[in-house]
């Protein structure tokens, strides 16, 4: 039945371009590319977006395109396209769901649980049926959602600006209009890095941390996580914290004393490639569990993974839903608290304690592979045209008055230098004797121990006696918040980290600016942050033409040198060990600003 609808509506747009104007003709083919994308005809597919990017001259269908020369092998002609100035268009959710739909989601589906599977984590693929015009026996609530979708769609945003809600939703909740406005103001999903995740948000209701809407009574040393991706049901609208299904799930599991902590990554309007993007730059374990529940793609996919839950056979009563329309809802609290109840005991409680089997043989699919890094870059390019009139701009006016003559080999080194120490000194010293002009890059962002202005002038002053060095600022592009936000996490977690944008910049705008051909970098083998960070350089700059060499860290009395350790050394006061480990124009700084202090 699934394929016999697929191939009526792919006659149907057949049949509707031989009666289009031109104008309408790109309409009619960006139709056929999503239809027979989803069936995996990629030869098809490809042959509507040509005539698109090629005849109609629209490029900013060029990303699906080369999605689409990926999946069918023609890796060459992806690399041409991406090669190229792809315009991107105006509409960013547009744009990821257009790539979202350039790809099969059934081979999509297997991806993600070979990969997951190879990590040794449970997964379950969770998907809502039968909702609106499926329902069966609708209530009079029911009847009233769904012949009343303007007034509980489109309406919705006006109640968390203070307008009164209508009876029905006043009826769900307790509390109050104040309440209720609360509850229905939502995070803002944004670009960090190369995910999407949520603004931070707390209002006394409604709460988002570090990208993620808060979960409820999570324990403090849990065994390990369930991680929940979704799009606005699984972030709760219309619920506070404690009533989203994440947390009602924690609860669950809290009263089975099962110790896991589960973590809600829902995001308003994720699509099933956005949250698999969103899940490789997130931190993992064996023994975790991974949900992906009520993605629209479940819809159309048949691969047989996925779990259904299915609303004709739940005693829905006459308050489970806060809107319905004809393929879609959103559950109120009360609907949150049972479909949280039945995703724990049908699919979770016996997942926990279950180890994944090793399996080394797992297939990855590496064209998926390759739209995945195709999707990393599309957000990069996002991001960089927002900034190319106006920072970008006024960032590589600056770097333009540095331009070293081009026959000269030119490298460089970005450091923090939180302070700069004799271990910093030994990896630029190294760096300098290797070319004949550095630039060093001391990171800008004001989120160290010691502000920016004193660390950039000790780099300053600890190089004087380096004749080929130029020190600049590190501006908005080098280990910032936008390009590499884990960076200044790397003194307390572990995490997971992409260093993708950070690369992509550096080699477009910065490395092509200077004609720097090589960068050398400083090994840390004992933070993860930092190592993944070397690894990503390692990975992309050689594709750009730079060389990368990674610099062993030294030692002194067996100890490596650190600005941690002088951080350390600070606190005490003990001034003849930071003496040890510090150029003299740091030993200074520290004499006379916090002299007195340690004393």
Known sequence: ???????????????????????????????????????????????????????????????????????????????????????????????????????????????????????????????????????????????????NQDMYVKDRPSWSQGLIAPE?????????????????????????????????????????????????????????????????????????DIGTIPSIIQSILNNKNANVKVENHGVLGMNLLLAFNNLLQTEINPGDTVIFFDFDEFRDASWSGIKNIDLNSIDRKDDFFIDLTKHQCHFSPRGNEVIGNVICNEFVLDNIDNSVPANEDVYLDEKVISVLDNFKYFLYKQTAKTFENCEMK????????????????????????????????????????????????????????????????????????????????????????????????????????????EAWFFCEYIAKTLNITKIFLGDEPKCMITKQYNEKMQELLPEYGIEVDIIDRIATNGDVISASKVRKLLEVGDFDGIAQIVPEPTLLFLQENYGKSAA
């Open 394 to 501: 006024s960032y590589l006016s600056l770097l333009e008055s540095h331009v070293p003559d081009p026959e000269l080999k030119v490298g460089s080194v970005a450091v923090n230098c939180n302070p700069i120490t004799k271990g910093h000194l030994h990896l630029l010293e190294h760096a300098s004797r290797n070319v004949d002009k550095l630039f060093i890059f001391v990171i800008e962002e004001d989120k160290s121990f010691f502000k920016f202005e004193d660390r950039l002038h000790l780099v300053a002053e600890s190089t004087k006696h380096l004749e080929n060095v130029t020190v600049l600022r590190g501006g908005k592009f080098i280990c910032t918040e936008l390009t590499y936000p884990d960076y200044f996490d790397k003194d307390t977690t572990e995490a997971k980290a992409d260093a993708s944008m």
């Open 1 to 147: 039945m699934r394929n016999l609808t697929f191939n009526l509506r792919i006659l149907s747009y057949q049949l509707k371009s031989l009666f289009k104007s031109n104008k309408k003709q790109s309409d009619v083919h960006s139709k056929l590319i999503k239809l027979y994308a989803r069936k995996g005809r990629y030869d098809k597919a490809i042959s509507h977006a040509e005539s698109i990017y090629y005849k109609e001259s629209h490029h900013d269908i060029g990303f699906v395109l080369a999605n689409l020369y990926d999946l069918n092998g023609k890796l060459d002609k992806s690399e041409e396209i991406l090669k190229s100035n792809i315009p991107l268009g105006d509409n960013l959710i547009a744009g990821i769901n257009s790539l979202n739909d350039s790809i099969n989601h059934d081979q999509l589906l297997q991806f993600i649980f070979n990969y997951l599977n190879n990590k040794k984590v449970n997964v379950s693929f969770i998907n809502v049926i039968n909702k609106g015009k499926r329902l069966k026996n609708k209530s009079k609530s029911e009847k009233n959602l769904i012949n």
């Open 168 to 240: 029905y939703i006043q009826n769900l909740y307790c509390e109050g209009n104040d309440y209720i406005s609360k509850v229905y103001e939502t995070s803002v999903p944004v670009l960090r890095s190369t995910k999407v995740v949520l603004k931070d948000l707390d209002n006394g209701v409604s709460s988002v941390e570090n990208g993620c809407r808060t979960t409820v009574n999570q324990p403090d040393d849990a065994k390990s996580r369930l991680l929940v991706f979704g799009s606005s049901t699984t972030y709760g609208i219309g619920c506070s």
